[in-house]
């Protein structure tokens, strides 16, 4: 399982892009999972789609709702 300190999600709901490739970074693997069941000839349109999905759960967390950034 993938432990993102929650304050750095904080820093990229704030703006921070660092912070947001960071949170990006980390959750890589778990997109890597996901886009392996699409076709070869799709998967880095299925990796991007990932990476934006993974932004836009920034932007949604909330941590007092569920603690690890990754459910």
Same mark, same amino acid.
């Given at each position: ?5 929650p304050?750095?999600?904080?820093? !990229?709901?704030?703006?921070d &892009?660092?912070?947001?490739?960071i949170?990006?970074? $980390?959750?890589?693997?778990? +997109?890597?999972k996901? !886009?392996?069941i699409?076709p &070869? ?7 991007? $789609?990932?990476?934006?999905? +993974?932004l ?8 007092h ?7």
């Open positions: 399982m993938i432990r993102i300190n304050e750095i999600i904080d820093r !990229a709901q704030h703006g &892009q660092k912070a947001s490739v949170v990006c970074v $980390a959750m890589e693997p778990v +997109t890597r996901v !886009a392996r699409i &070869q000839w799709w998967k880095a349109d299925a990796m991007q $789609a990932g990476r934006l999905g +993974t836009v759960a920034i932007t949604k967390y909330d941590y709702r569920s603690p690890d950034f990754s459910t």
